[in-house]
């Protein structure tokens, strides 16, 4: 058997680690629940639970009708939302809770209409 010469120099081979460069330790592991948290928050803030109702108000030959009162009414709680047709006989009542409306719409020289959403 042949040993190498001795030349003072030693060599000791450490007991291999736990951690590896791709584990990113306690701290890092901080970091990545704290990015994880945050991600989630902003994903949640975009959730809405109020609603809209949209529509366009015409006459019975399928034009619209501009200026026309819109009244939704929510019928579980009686809160009443007013809008106006715009131009293009649109109209809409941002904000709604969710639950069972009325909508009436009056303009001078057409008879009123109602509809329960």
Same mark, same amino acid.
């Given at each position: 058997?042949?040993?190498?010469?001795?030349? $003072? !120099?030693?060599?000791?081979?450490?007991?291999?680690?736990?951690?590896?460069?791709?584990?990113?330790?306690?701290?890092?592991?901080?970091?990545?629940?704290?990015?994880?948290? @945050? @991600?989630?928050?902003?994903?949640?803030?975009?959730?809405?639970?109020?609603?809209?109702?949209?529509?366009?108000?015409?006459?019975?030959?399928?034009?619209?009708?501009?200026?026309?009162?819109?009244?939704?009414?929510?019928?579980?709680?009686?809160?009443?939302?007013?809008?106006?047709? /715009?131009?293009?006989? /649109?109209?809409?009542?941002?904000?709604? !809770?969710? $639950?069972?409306?009325?909508?009436?719409?009056?303009?001078? $020289?057409?008879?009123?209409?109602?509809? !329960?959403?």
């Amino acid at each position: 058997m042949v040993t190498p010469p001795n030349n $003072g !120099l030693t060599a000791k081979f450490l007991a291999p680690s736990r951690r590896t460069w791709d584990s990113p330790g306690s701290k890092g592991l901080l970091n990545v629940r704290i990015l994880f948290v @945050l @991600l989630l928050a902003a994903a949640l803030y975009g959730q809405e639970y109020r609603g809209n109702i949209n529509g366009r108000v015409t006459d019975p030959s399928g034009a619209t009708i501009a200026g026309a009162k819109v009244h939704v009414k929510n019928l579980e709680t009686g809160v009443a939302v007013d809008a106006s047709t /715009n131009n293009e006989g /649109n109209y809409q009542a941002p904000f709604l !809770l969710p $639950g069972n409306y009325s909508i009436s719409v009056e303009h001078p $020289g057409f008879k009123s209409a109602a509809k !329960l959403a």
